[in-house]
């Protein structure tokens, strides 16, 4: 029987990925699919998952179609009513699913949960700082500002999936601060405080690197969000404000580097935000 399917992501990322699987393997919970989501690889991950055998779904995309896409494509072709998502740069500790599971056996009235985290970074032990701790219960609020929802660390039941909806493949990055915020506003986060996930950064590759100017997506995240009718009108006066602020923010700094029609457009989107949804986005 299989109760939770682990969905992996993966773009170019062969020296890696095969520790990401192995570190479900090795889990000590084993009623589990797992699902490799190959976005586009051009190098050898796919010799990489080739040795897990029938193990593993392998799911080759063809083309690069970003995170959000890759996610979204295992979850459509998986089949347990939980989903857990793993970084295919991150791995977990033996008892991630197996700790999760009996959480969710105890408190069925939760509908998505996360773990604390371990952080790696350039090789070494680093701690989150103060505004990266984890909150627990209802999110929305403090998840405004920021993603404090790691997709390696959560485990989620699909019939909220369902719900919600999944990520959204217009998006670049900050994906999962979108979803999450869809789910926060309705459900609260259960957090684990317990470290079960380590994380690693300081690649090159990281969405953080390759997009550097994030909150551009985080303020498209936020406008969608307030006209998707699902908040109630203190979130949505919450979310208004947190719109404000991002978007005064971005557009001294376009304006600053001289990108002056860039700027106007975030300096304007609030107050034509309030006549209805955002068409045409720079």
């Known amino acids: 029987m299989t109760a939770v399917s682990v969905i992996i992501p993966t773009f170019n990322r062969a020296n890696v990925v095969g520790r990401a699987v192995s570190s479900v393997l090795f889990q000590s919970f084993q009623e589990i699919e797992i699902l490799v989501v190959d976005d586009g690889s051009t190098d050898s991950t796919w010799k990489t998952i080739r040795q897990f055998g029938t193990r593993i779904q392998y799911l080759p995309l063809g083309s690069n179609f970003g995170v959000s896409a890759a996610r979204n494509a295992g979850i459509r072709k998986s089949t347990a009513p939980f989903i857990a998502f793993l970084d295919s740069d991150d791995y977990w500790l033996p008892e991630k699913l197996a700790i999760q599971m009996d959480y969710f056996k105890q408190n069925q009235d939760i509908h998505v949960c996360q773990t604390e985290e371990l952080w790696i970074r350039r090789g070494r032990r680093v701690n989150p700082k103060k505004k990266h701790r984890k909150p627990s219960g209802n999110i929305f609020s403090p998840s405004l500002k920021m993603c404090l ?43 684990i405080r317990k470290p079960l996930v380590v994380k690693t950064g300081g690649h090159a590759d990281q969405l953080s690197r390759r997009f550097p100017a994030m909150d551009r997506f985080r303020i498209y995240a936020l406008a969608n969000l307030i006209h998707c009718k699902i908040l109630t009108p203190s979130q949505e006066l919450e979310a208004f404000m947190e719109l404000q602020k991002k978007c005064r923010i971005y557009a001294k700094g376009c304006l600053k580097r001289g990108r002056k029609a860039e700027g106007r457009f975030y300096q304007e989107l609030p107050e034509k935000l309030r006549k209805g949804p955002i068409r045409t986005w720079p």
């Not at 929802?149 to 699909?158: H, L, T």
């Not at 369902?162 to 609260?188: K, M, N, Q, S």
């Open 149 to 191: 929802v790691s997709p390696s660390a959560v485990m989620i039941k699909r019939a909220v999936l369902e719900e919600v909806g999944l990520f959204d493949e217009v998006l670049p990055a900050c994906g999962a601060f979108d979803l999450w915020l869809r789910i926060a506003a309705r459900y609260p986060f259960a957090l």
